[in-house]
């Protein structure tokens, strides 16, 4: 059980000070690395002590053992609270660019061309993404659009994968989009893909590396963040980064695609002039 829930679970049996204890546990989950017990102890106005047994009320052997129960939460992608964020709009700038450092320093040249060349020529392109990152998949759909048709994205509101899938082959492309708190059918879909045929590139945070093996690229982008939910600001540069090396691959008949869209976009007058 989390580490909430077993407070939820326990709240009622607890004493008055245990219950203090508690309620700094649940305040402070996302940052409890950076405190030892003593500490939580003052904040939470209750003896070392109490916490302590608190710990151990919870089936915890001691703080340690808390601490990487968080840590583990959090990885997995489970929003916590922190509030003692210090650092501040600086710390999260300072992350970010380190999130954007380390997905182009895995990401070489020749790896992203293979990855732009195969959806510059591709009958079609099929984008799978789920939760956070169907955004991110819709974004990229956006972006090809421009420069390509035959895009598609799954699921639709309301809509199943498999009719998507269906029909697909060695002249396709799908693109799987697959950061933490995966529905749990993600690996069958990804096999799935896999077995029609078409190329498939798999994009996630590091909790995805066990599925890379089951696509034919993988590319790692890190989504960490100093507070409570994920950041997808360098899935995003990605996803602007893709879109660029297949304009630039589909070379005029990007350009004729473009002016096409423009075209298109006036004459239905649906932009700003």
């Known amino acids: 059980m989390r580490i909430d829930e077993r407070i939820e679970r326990h709240y009622p049996e607890l004493g008055p000070q245990e219950q203090k204890a508690a309620d700094t546990l649940l305040d402070r989950l996302g ?16 003896s070392k002590a109490t916490m302590s047994r608190l710990f151990r009320r919870l089936g915890f052997a001691d703080f340690n ?28 700038l300072a992350l970010e660019q380190q999130s954007l450092q380390r997905l182009f320093e895995n990401l070489d040249e020749s790896r992203l061309q293979s990855i732009t060349g195969q959806l510059a020529t591709a009958e079609r392109v099929l984008l799978i993404g789920f939760r956070n990152s169907f955004p991110v998949a819709l974004h990229l759909r956006q972006q090809l659009l421009q420069c390509r048709g035959s895009v598609n994205l799954a699921p639709q509101p309301g809509q199943s994968v498999g009719e998507e899938l ?14 933490r708190r995966r529905p749990a059918a993600f690996r069958s879909i990804l096999q799935a893909a896999s077995a029609t045929g078409a190329g498939t590139v798999l994009i996630g945070d590091p909790s995805a590396r066990w599925l890379a093996a089951e696509a034919g690229t993988w590319i790692e982008c890190p989504v960490d963040n100093i507070g409570a939910f994920d950041s997808y600001a360098a899935a995003m540069s990605l996803m602007s980064v893709l879109a660029d090396g297949v304009l630039a691959a589909r070379a005029k008949e990007g350009r004729d695609r473009v002016r096409e869209v423009t075209s ?8 700003e002039s």
């Not at 583990?72 to 509030?83: C, H, I, M």
């Not at 298109?264 to 932009?271: D, H, R």
């Open 31 to 46: 940052d409890l690395a950076v405190y030892n017990a003593a500490e939580l102890a003052q904040l939470s106005g209750v």
């Open 65 to 92: 053992e808390v601490k990487e129960h968080t840590r583990a939460l959090r990885s997995s992608g489970v929003p916590l609270a922190a509030q003692d964020a210090d650092g501040g709009l600086p710390l999260h």
């Open 166 to 179: 269906a029909g697909l082959g060695g002249s396709d492309v799908v693109v799987l989009i697959g950061f």
């Open 264 to 271: 298109m976009f006036g004459t239905l007058g649906e932009l």
